[in-house]
């Protein structure tokens, strides 16, 4: 492990180095632990690095997590959340006690009737005087009651403006979680909760399937362009992606240079087609600088397709579409294996599976 994660260690393939250490460590292939390897493994952060290292091997998920929310904030937005939570509690509270304050003041105001109106049937004969003074009594307390509800209702106004505010702050940082910066894609977060519903239906079972794709060698790439070059790269490749796949199929860039697509629907050849596509699009695209002529190409990716049937959890199917797609990095990149093709299917079958 510390010689896999040494900053600055020359690497053929960054991906086949990550998902080695990842395995030698014992650490499940979840998208946002190959983002963390990704960049221990790349010597781009020698801080996480040497903490990846310090985890020796068997690392807990949750100490994994924690350098994930330590280095990644920018897709763990827990504090943000918290913080909105706080202050809706607060507001909520606010409101709780102006209603409150209206309710004492009513009754207040209900008291003083009772007093004025029991008051003077007391009384044979009723002054003028006093009659004045009861009526000034009741413009008063009127006044304020009604004043002091024209308050309390401004105040809810500007309460239940401020929760709305709130309110749109809080989705707006949901879809800014979900969203890579980079590609404007679906990131790792939003491909976790997208992956674990598969299994919550048995027609997420029987009809999805994943598609994993990875750039190969793309820190040589880095390396030689400079990670600008290889920003644009990324770019171009997610609109590859876009505009290649019908409505409704979800694409999130997982990693460094890696991408998943869930497809929904449609056989294994046909899945294995959408991403035989794909390569192929990827493989013909020019990929160069217009001002400088400089040619980065060509650029190819590695894919591994999966069915979701092959599978026993969300976990199971990644791992199984990462094997298939280190495979295609074995067999000399710039191809897509079938899990099917590694051997016999393992786990349930999911054709007699039905769900209590």
């Known amino acids: 492990m510390q010689a896999a994660v040494a900053p600055g260690e020359p690497s053929?393939?960054?991906?086949?180095?990550?998902?080695?250490?990842?395995?030698?460590?014992?650490?499940?292939?979840?998208?946002?632990n190959y983002e963390i390897f990704y960049e221990a493994l790349s010597g781009s952060n020698p801080r996480l690095s040497l903490e990846v290292i310090e985890l020796g091997n068997r690392p807990t998920q949750e100490q994994l997590d924690q350098l994930g929310r330590k280095y990644f904030t920018q897709n763990h937005h827990q504090s943000i959340v918290e913080q909105a939570r706080d202050i809706i509690a607060q507001e909520l509270e606010d409101?709780?006690?102006?209603?409150?304050?209206?309710?004492?003041?009513?009754?207040?105001?209900?008291?003083?009737?009772?007093?004025?109106?029991?008051?003077l049937n007391s009384r044979e004969q009723i002054s003028r005087e006093l009659l004045q003074k009861v009526a000034n009594a009741m413009t008063l307390a009127t006044r304020s009651t009604i004043d002091h509800g024209q308050q309390v209702a401004e105040t809810l106004s500007e309460k239940s403006a401020e929760l709305e505010s709130v309110k749109s702050k809080l989705e707006e940082y949901k879809r800014l979680a979900d969203t890579d910066p980079l590609t404007l894609m679906w990131n790792r977060?939003?491909?976790?909760?997208?992956?674990?519903?598969?299994y919550n239906s048995n027609k997420g079972i029987l009809f999805k399937a994943l598609i994993?794709?990875?750039?190969?060698?793309?820190?040589?790439?880095?390396?030689?362009?400079?990670?600008?070059?290889?920003?644009?790269?990324?770019?171009?490749?997610?609109?590859?992606?876009?505009?290649?796949?019908?409505?409704?199929?979800?694409?999130?860039?997982?990693?460094?240079?890696?991408f998943a697509l869930i497809v929904d629907g449609i056989s294994e050849q046909s899945t294995f087609d959408i991403a035989d596509h794909i390569r192929l699009l990827i493989e013909q695209t020019r990929?160069?600088?217009?001002?400088?002529?400089?040619?980065?190409?060509?650029?190819?990716v590695s894919m591994g397709v999966c069915m979701a049937a092959e599978a026993e959890s969300a976990d199971d199917l990644y791992a199984k579409a990462d094997r298939a797609l280190y495979r295609s990095k074995l067999d000399g990149r710039n191809r897509v294996t079938r899990h099917s093709e590694l051997g016999p299917r393992s786990g349930k079958n999911w054709m007699l599976y039905r769900k209590d």
């Open 12 to 32: 053929d393939d960054l991906a086949t180095s990550v998902a080695t250490t990842m395995r030698q460590m014992g650490v499940v292939g979840l998208p946002r």
């Open 95 to 119: 409101i709780a006690r102006l209603l409150r304050s209206e309710r004492i003041h009513l009754e207040r105001y209900g008291q003083i009737l009772d007093q004025t109106s029991g008051g």
């Open 189 to 198: 977060r939003a491909f976790d909760k997208e992956i674990a519903a598969i």
């Open 212 to 258: 994993l794709a990875d750039i190969d060698r793309f820190k040589e790439i880095n390396d030689c362009y400079g990670h600008p070059v290889g920003d644009k790269i990324l770019k171009m490749i997610a609109d590859i992606f876009r505009t290649s796949i019908s409505e409704g199929m979800f694409v999130a860039r997982t990693g460094g240079e890696e």
């Open 287 to 300: 990929f160069a600088s217009g001002q400088a002529g400089v040619e980065y190409g060509p650029i190819t």
